[in-house]
C-alpha cells in the first residue's frame, strides 16, 4: 500500500510518526481541510502531468488553479493530466493519494510558488486518508523537487 510506502520512505527522515491517518476521506482540498480543520489553501494538492513523455508532478497551494499560458511558458506543451489509472501506474500512488513523496524513479517533483506564501503545508500522504504537516523548507527536503514554478493563478488575491 502506498502510505505505507510513504511512511517507509520517511523513516530515514525520523518523521515517519509525523503522517496523520483519518478516519475519514481526504481525497480533496475540501475534504482534507475538514479533516485537518486548517484552510483549503494549506492544502499541498499534488496534479499529476505528462511533459514530453514524461511523468511530471506539481504541488500546488488548495486554492490554486494550473493557469495554461503560464504552464505552457514553462513546459513547452500543453497542460494534460494524468488519467487516474495512469497515475497509480506511472507515480505509484492512486488519485486522491498523490504526493511527492516515495514515488516512481523516473517522475519529476516541481513546486509551485502558490505554496510560498505558509509556513506550513499539508500535503497527502499516498493515501485518500493521509496528511502530514511540513514547513516549506521541509516540503524541499522530503520531496527531492527539481525547481520552483509560477504555473498557478487564483491564489494571488488571497494573500
Not at 26 to 33: G, N, R
Not at 119 to 137: H, M, R
Request: net charge negative; glycine share 6%; with cysteine.
Amino acid at each position: 500500500m502506498a502510505i505505507e510506502k510513504v511512511k517507509e520512505y520517511f523513516k530515514k527522515y525520523g518523521i515517519e510518526d509525523k503522517v496523520r491517518e483519518f478516519e475519514v476521506s481526504s481525497a480533496t482540498v475540501e475534504l482534507a481541510a475538514e479533516a485537518l480543520d486548517c484552510e483549503p489553501c494549506r492544502i499541498a494538492k499534488t496534479l499529476s502531468f505528462m511533459v514530453n513523455e514524461q511523468p511530471v508532478l506539481i504541488v500546488t497551494a488548495g486554492d490554486a488553479k494550473i493557469d495554461n499560458p503560464k504552464y505552457k511558458a514553462q513546459f513547452g506543451t500543453k497542460a494534460k493530466m494524468l488519467l487516474p489509472s495512469e497515475a497509480e501506474e506511472m507515480i505509484g500512488h492512486a488519485v486522491g493519494g498523490v504526493c511527492p513523496f516515495a514515488v516512481n524513479e523516473n517522475v519529476v517533483i516541481y513546486l509551485d510558488e502558490s505554496l510560498k506564501r505558509f509556513k506550513t503545508v499539508f500535503p497527502a500522504c499516498g493515501s485518500s486518508n493521509s496528511a502530514i504537516e511540513l514547513t516549506i523548507d521541509e516540503l524541499e527536503e522530503y520531496s527531492r523537487f527539481t525547481a520552483w514554478v509560477d504555473v498557478c493563478k487564483g491564489w494571488s488575491e488571497n494573500l
